[in-house]
């Protein structure tokens, strides 16, 4: 093999379409070591309260604690205290480098290895990112692993690089090495999730939740396209990230539901402004917004009223022709609209097998995730139960929003909260978030068989809907990685516990939470979730989803449109049975009259307001079935049998 060749990349000559539409985006894009030296204002006691609050949310309102000591083998609040005794040795003068002290408590909060739980770093940091002008990501095949170059920002260039160059060293040490250790520091919850996000932080990193790269530049070797062995040197940039849909802060029922990885959803929103601007363009800069009429992004997509929640297209596979539907995020704040559109996306797309991608999907809103199930499904909808960790702390917050005066309503858990001093019980009753009939409002609207592609950087939200998807036993799941990310837990900030002790009126005078300095926060896994089903009882957290069957990335995966992993879902889909349940009603004088088509059923069951009304063995031919004394309004049901199975269910308001 040649030498490599060392090169200092450069920005090509940008075209004036795409230079006008970057001007604002670039105005604000400095070198990492420039944005570093304004940061850097925490005085000696705001660092002693950071630590404090630290302590007081961990010890007080984490429900993971103990499983973290266990599993992890570690032990945070002796860490924050043995920092804290250190720092009372300290004067203003001979105090640690700011950076120290944030890589201390950004360690810390990593150690327990739960995205939810998270130590964010103050002003400059929040809402900026780090990031070299391309991603990477993994493939594989006969000879091994190998590290693709995927997307380069717009207008990036340097010698024979691009979609498609292989990764070999980073800063002169093997890449997969290097993922490996990157991985280490910002832990996930088990092994694929720290490869996952080891690989991810190479070149993005949020600087609210992740420690700002340790070196100025990177040194990249790789193949080029054309084979050769090349050399760049990048440095680090710092812009500002796209903002969040939902202001997590806030005393309101949307940011009381949240299922959200933070690293994932800031990561998605920095891929999308970097990578996707014509996304950022039809959202006007707002993240998940909702558009007034559907935009189709790229030309084989549906048009959608969400683009940088969905993208639904029509794909061609080796085992017939299917939808996907890629579910980016559940992170908005209307979840029935986010329901909706999901319905009406499912609908445009082939009837004969549906593929739902949730792939990077880092959660969001809990009803979104859980109301969205029973669309694909006859089966009612057992929404995930969640509890708290039993505390006093945790019993004050529900005592004083028992009676739901704010709009979070605690009442659910306050009982159990407060009988556990005498009971000893360790956690809460264990009650759903998701309110039933919302899960079960709409019933199944899409009827062939459904397949669900998952990976590790699925999290918190989506690991709901993948755990409720497999619990429910809606169809396989195929799995670029051996599990999801293992995120079982609704999250709060501490603003919003603080939020919690101060509404209603009048505020709590002996609330242990302190203002955070500098616009700092903390994050923590306030109520974990456990399984339905067979698992009944089990949790999400750090055990996760693991698929039915794996598949390994490719290359022609990375760069032709994930051709071989929609192959392998297309097998699936093919392998399993297409149902049909078609039903027509006309009312007349009081009978309404039911026509049904049908195809895999062997019988129909119809139900009137829920009360049984026939029972028809189906021969394949079309049945037509009168019912009399039916008034306008009355819901039918057809629930649709296979051998004695429930497999398709249709709701009509006559």
């Known amino acids: 093999m040649s030498q490599p060749r060392k090169t200092v990349s450069r920005p090509a000559r940008r075209t004036p379409n795409t230079q006008t539409a970057r001007k604002a985006a670039d105005a604000a894009v400095v070198p990492l070591p420039q944005f570093l030296a304004s940061a850097g204002s925490l005085t000696l006691g705001q660092r002693k309260l950071l630590i404090d609050q630290a302590l007081l949310i961990l010890e007080q309102n984490y429900v993971h604690l103990q499983l973290k000591v266990a599993m992890h083998a570690v032990n945070p609040l002796q860490r924050l205290r043995v920092m804290r005794a250190r720092i009372e040795r300290q004067t203003a003068e001979t105090m640690e480098a700011e950076w120290v002290f944030h890589r201390q408590m950004s360690s810390i909060f990593h150690s327990v290895r739960d995205l939810h739980t998270n130590y964010l770093l103050p002003a400059p940091f929040a809402g900026k990112i780090a990031y070299l002008p391309f991603m990477i990501e993994k493939c594989h095949d006969a000879a091994g692993d190998h590290y693709l170059i995927t997307r380069t920002v717009t207008g990036y260039s340097a010698p024979q690089f691009g979609p498609g160059a292989e990764v070999t060293h980073w800063n002169g040490t093997p890449i997969a090495r290097a993922v490996a250790l990157n991985g280490a520091q910002f832990a996930g919850s088990n092994d694929a999730a720290n490869l996952a996000r080891g690989l991810e932080s190479l070149t993005l990193r949020p600087l609210v939740i992740q420690s700002p790269p340790d070196e100025d530049w990177v040194t990249l070797s790789y193949l080029g396209l054309d084979g050769s062995a090349q050399e760049l040197r990048e440095q680090w940039k710092v812009t500002t990230n796209l903002p969040p849909m939902t202001d997590l802060d806030a005393l309101s029922p949307a940011s009381a539901l949240m299922g959200l990885d933070l690293d994932s959803d800031e990561k998605a929103r920095a891929k999308k402004a970097l990578y996707v601007r014509e996304v950022v363009d039809l959202e006007k800069g707002q993240s998940s917004a909702e558009l007034a009429k559907p935009q189709a992004v790229g030309g084989s997509d549906l048009p959608t009223t969400m683009p940088g929640v969905f993208r639904a297209r029509e794909v061609v596979t080796a085992h017939g022709t299917f939808g996907q539907l890629r579910i980016f995020t559940f992170s908005v704040t209307d979840p029935i609209a986010f329901r909706d559109e999901f319905v009406r996306l499912a609908a445009a797309l082939p009837q004969n097998g549906l593929i739902v991608d949730v792939r990077d999907n880092g959660g969001g809103h809990i009803y979104a995730s859980e109301f969205t199930l029973q669309t694909l499904t006859p089966r009612h909808i057992t929404p995930e139960p969640v509890q708290f960790i039993s505390t006093p702390l945790n019993l004050r917050i529900c005592r004083r929003h028992k009676d739901n005066p704010s709009g979070i309503d605690l009442g659910p858990w306050y009982e159990s909260l407060d009988l556990a001093t005498e009971t000893g019980a360790a956690y809460s009753a264990a009650k759903p978030i998701t309110p039933e009939d919302g899960a079960n409002a709409i019933g199944q609207t899409y009827y062939g068989p459904v397949v669900l592609i998952t990976d590790a950087r699925v999290y918190s939200a989506t ?39 101060n509404e209603p009126q009048p505020p709590d005078p002996t609330s242990p939470y302190e203002a955070l300095p500098n616009g700092a926060n903390l994050r923590v896994a306030i109520r974990r979730t456990l399984r339905v089903g067979e698992l009944s009882g089990s949790p999400v957290e750090d055990l996760g989803v693991r698929p039915d069957s794996t598949h390994q990335m490719t290359r022609k995966d990375l760069l032709e449109g994930n051709a071989d ?86 709701r009509i308001t006559v």
């Open 463 to 501: 690991d709901i809907f993948a755990a409720g998807f497999a619990d429910h036993e809606i169809g396989p799941i195929l799995g670029v990685d051996d599990n999801t990310g293992a995120g079982g837990a609704n999250v709060w900030t501490h603003a919003l516990l603080a939020g919690l002790l």
């Open 565 to 650: 992993l929609l192959d392998a879902a297309g097998a699936l889909l093919a392998a399993m049975p297409v149902r049909k349940l078609e039903v027509a009603t006309a009312l007349a004088s009081g009978t309404l009259t039911v026509d049904l088509e049908t195809v895999g059923l062997d019988r129909v069951d119809l139900y009137l307001d829920g009360r049984p009304i026939s029972s028809e063995d189906l021969a394949g031919a079309p049945l037509s079935i009168d019912i009399i004394e039916v008034t306008a309004g009355q819901l039918l049901r057809a629930d649709g049998y296979d051998s004695g199975n429930l497999v398709a269910s249709r």
